[in-house]
């Protein structure tokens, strides 16, 4: 029995009702995630094939919710839908004909990702609840020396390069940091500019400044990007933020700023029972920490999903697979978590609340460890598959008796890759391993540990490939030995535009995959396009048909 003799196929009009019905269920695109972000289906989520068994259960931890997988026609959805069968999910469907029919059939694919967080951003601007300022306008102030600059990042972007003069206070943080520094509405005539890289999280940040009170605010039109556009240097100098005062997450001006802007969204407080209660009849529930991701590290509820409040907008969509199912922020107290649900709400999900209480009134169990710190006690069943050291590898590539296949993503490829080996995505590895080997081959697979490159090898040993073999301690291992490596695309048949979609926002780029002039242009022009294309299907007008 073949692999699609198991798979029950579903059609797009059934999902559009499960949608218009509220039901539960997860959407997912299984192909690259360069792929995804270059044209997807409106409300899937990004999980490529080759990551299935590392993060399907984290992206939907209940078995009973409906699973739809699609990719460009039914093969790699196929093969995904076999894998989580094997999982003990029990409604697994593939999209018949995947995102080609879907597209035949008169619908538009939507390109980026993140793209609902980013349309509520939008949203902001062209509604005018948000002003924006030009890099010349903001360089004028800072010579002047008039505004108070801070970038809404993380902090390992704000390192790689902000404005000058800014502070790096993520924008979850803003509202607190504002007014635990002694700022007040009254005496405080000068600017406050909020800058990102482009401009989701500059725009909600400086959004966030407004509904607490401060008129003078400006969110820094197209972020860094602009900055660079416009000739000028980005700094790398920390400047840490410095307040007046130690006050905390509970003073009581962000309490009361929480308070309000919460009230008159759709979000509800749930008490720690009644969470508790849920969780424990597997209900569809995210637990979202919406702290800083130190503060998750030192503790957090188990399964809770670590997104800061200032990267909701961002991010979280790619965490939540399961649009209609409930989602509860939570934070030490109340206060980030009131901000949270209130913004998820106003986003347009549709079932959020936060935990009464917060943390400190949370009387379960807890955890520590950073947000990835469950890829440490993954492991898979099945045959023993043999592994090689580096120098062995490093023999068998020098006198051409091996392939050695790299099954990551095309970026993290593309960043720094063992010379001499190809790239074939781990989704994608039946469909292109005949390019490159026959059945007697000697294979060695690679990946940064041994997570994927273990599962692909399995892969090949049940299609016939008899000498295969896994890196041991994976790329990883060989760069911390001092082996050298090598950064680009050559041995990947993958497209420039693809491989750069594929890196992530916050991830470190080879200088290969970074974003060109035209790249900007061409992705603020997006994103700018977002609100206006949402306000043209609100009313109705020609152009605001996303399919």
């Known amino acids: 029995m073949s692999a699609e003799d198991q798979v029950v196929f579903i059609d797009y009009d059934e999902i559009e009702r499960w949608r218009a019905a509220g039901n539960a269920h997860a959407l997912l695109d299984v192909r690259e995630r360069g792929e995804y972000a270059l044209g997807q289906i409106p409300g899937s989520c990004p999980l490529p094939r080759g990551l299935i068994e590392i993060c399907l259960e984290r992206l939907v931890p209940w078995k009973d919710v409906p699973l739809v997988l699609y990719s460009t026609g039914n093969h790699r959805s196929v093969l995904a839908a076999r894998t989580c069968l094997e999982m003990g999910y ?14 035949a059939e008169g619908h538009s694919p ?32 800072a010579e002047a020396g008039e505004p108070l600059i801070f970038d809404a990042r993380t902090s390992s972007e704000y390192a790689k390069g902000h404005i000058p003069g800014a502070y790096n206070v993520p924008g979850g943080e803003l ?11 009254a ?3 000068a600017p406050i500019i909020v800058h990102c890289a482009g401009r989701t999280r500059s725009i909600v940040g400086a959004y966030l400044l407004r509904q607490a009170g401060f008129d003078n605010v400006f969110a820094l039109r197209n972020g860094t990007m602009a900055w ?44 720690a029972s009644e969470l508790a209660a849920l969780r424990e009849r597997r209900e569809p529930c995210y637990v979202i920490d919406v702290r800083m991701v130190d503060e998750f590290t030192a503790e957090h509820i188990p399964g809770a999903v670590s997104c800061p409040a200032g990267q909701l907008a961002n991010a979280v969509d790619e965490q939540l697979a399961v649009r209609d199912a409930l989602l509860v922020c939570y934070s030490g107290t109340e206060t980030r978590a009131r901000i949270g649900a209130a913004l998820l709400a106003r986003i347009g999900y549709r079932r959020v609340a936060w935990l009464a209480g ?33 120098g062995e590898l490093s023999d068998a590539l020098r006198d051409g008796t091996g392939v050695l296949v790299d099954v990551r993503r095309s970026s993290e490829y593309a960043l720094s890759h063992i010379p001499g080996s190809v790239w074939i995505p781990r989704g994608d ?3 292109r391993i005949g390019a490159h080997a026959e059945a007697g081959t000697r294979l060695v697979l690679a990946s940064d540990r041994e997570l994927r490159s273990t599962l692909a090898a399995r892969t090949l040993l049940d299609m016939g490939y008899r000498n295969v073999s896994v890196l041991r301690g994976g790329i990883n291992g060989w760069i911390s030995s001092g082996r050298a490596t090598d950064e680009g695309l050559d041995g990947a048949d993958v497209s420039l535009a693809e491989a750069k979609e594929d890196a992530e926002l916050v991830a470190r780029r080879p200088k290969l995959l970074e974003r060109n002039r ?25 152009g605001g048909d996303h399919g």
């Open 518 to 542: 035209e790249d900007m242009v061409r992705y603020l022009d997006w994103e700018e396009r977002l609100g206006t294309e949402m306000l043209a299907k609100a009313d109705g007008s020609p």
């Open 90 to 103: 029990r409604d697994v469907r593939v999209l018949g004909g995947g995102i080609d029919q879907w597209a």
């Open 175 to 185: 509202v607190s940091t504002v007014f635990d520094a002694g700022i007040e509405r």
């Open 228 to 271: 660079v556009m416009s000739g000028r240097e980005l700094e790398r100098e920390q400047r840490p933020w410095n307040g007046s005062d130690a006050e905390t997450e509970g003073s009581a001006r962000s309490a009361e700023f929480a308070h309000r802007f919460v009230r008159g969204t759709h979000a509800f407080s749930i008490p």
């Open 358 to 390: 917060g943390l400190a009134k949370h009387d379960g169990p807890v955890e520590t460890g950073d947000p990835n710190a469950y890829l440490d006690d993954l492991a898979f069943s099945g045959p023993d598959v043999p592994t090689i050291d580096g």
């Open 110 to 141: 939507v390109y980026g990702v993140n793209v609902l967080g980013k349309t509520f951003g939008e949203k902001l601007s062209v509604t005018d609840e948000v002003q924006q300022l030009t890099p010349d306008e903001v360089a004028a102030l």
């Open 429 to 431: 590895l039946e469909r």
């Open 187 to 189: 005496d405080r005539n």
